[in-house]
């Protein structure tokens, strides 16, 4: 024909992740920012790293001209730094969704139709919607320019990563992205487990700025509590969560490199005692109420910065503490 057909982008690399995760590849990433035609644009590299950011690998590539973030501004060096922080962060969910794929053919990244078979509504948004693993819901920013974008949110509840936000699917809702920051919920009732928010690599390195995991024997989780839950990291630390009628239990069990936790838990949703939960104690002894979760975050020892329906529980050494 006489028509020039255009194919490629972000859009189609997000249909790929989708269609190799079904097809048997646990393991598998697009370049950020695309290959080929030169260099993207600043809001194409950085939406575009959104979605790398949340699936199993996150790397950058392409021909011809750089793709490196620091070759545009400042602004899109310290986007794209908050991104690899996110996928570095999430490094302990993304081990175990591949340790699953591993033992069980489940895929890494789940269309949504796969995932929620009866619902009639992810059809229409299996392109540039989908599962995370069991627990993360991501609809990526495709249209250029676009500062917002209608999201189908699947069967459940769905709770915002960066907002006190809970959504009770199926439901379409026009949901409001800044660029930089991805349309990410978590799945009401779901513990996932990650590193420290300071965490550079994984890896050995000597640059004395770059803060190694090895330097952080601090585990985290990120929850939101409705029924039973847990997680285990890669070294064999175990979190696991206890909803009872009479309050909310966290265990923590180390392994070879966790020495303690800090576990931010949403408790609004909860199903065992639903009267207002007030205090932390592990054994007979109370534990310390701290004035903010930075003053969590530097303790040494075990305590918890609770917020309402909102807390930070740090847990130091193998330890069951009941909030209640």
């Given at each position: ?16 992740a ?33 979605h ?28 794209y730094?908050?991104l ?39 059809a ?20 250029a ?18 907002l ?50 090895a ?36 265990t923590?069990?180390?392994g ?13 949703s ?5 009267s ?27 305590a ?8 930070v ?12």
């Open positions: 024909g006489t028509g020039t057909l255009l194919v490629g982008g972000l859009p189609s690399a997000i249909v790929a989708q269609t190799l995760a079904v097809s048997g590849f646990p393991s598998f990433g697009s370049d950020t920012g695309g290959f080929r035609h030169g260099a993207p644009t600043k809001e194409a590299l950085v939406r575009w790293a959104e790398t950011a949340l699936s199993v690998v996150m790397q950058l590539g392409g021909g011809g001209d750089t793709h490196a973030p620091w070759a545009y501004d400042g602004e899109t060096v310290s986007l730094r908050n690899a922080s996110l996928h570095t962060r999430l490094e302990p969910y993304l081990s175990s969704i591949l340790r699953e794929a591993e033992t069980k053919g489940t895929p890494t990244i789940r269309p949504l139709p796969l995932a929620f078979p009866s619902d009639p509504g992810a229409a948004f299996a392109d540039d919607e989908y599962m995370l693993g069991p627990d993360l819901f991501v609809a990526p920013v495709v249209t320019g676009a500062t917002d974008r209608k999201v189908h949110f699947p069967p459940g509840d769905w709770a915002s990563f960066t006190n936000t809970i959504v009770s699917g199926p439901v379409d809702e026009t949901w409001t992205a800044p660029l930089g920051t991805p349309i990410l919920f978590g799945r009401v009732g779901a513990l996932v487990p990650m590193l420290a928010a300071d965490v550079d690599t994984l890896a050995d390195a000597t640059a004395p700025a770059v803060v190694r995991a330097d952080r024997p601090t585990l985290e989780a990120r929850g939101w509590t409705r029924g039973p839950a847990s997680a285990s990291f890669d070294d064999g630390s175990q979190i696991a969560i206890d909803d009872a009628s009479q309050g909310v239990g966290v923590f069990l180390p070879a490199f966790g020495r303690a936790i800090v576990c931010t838990l949403d408790l609004k909860r199903q065992g005692k639903t207002q939960l007030t205090h932390v104690s592990s054994g007979a002894t109370e534990l310390p109420a701290l004035a903010s979760e930075a003053a969590v975050r530097a303790s040494s020892g075990s918890y910065f609770l917020d309402g329906d909102s807390i529980l740090r847990l130091s050494g193998a330890a069951t503490a009941w909030i209640e």
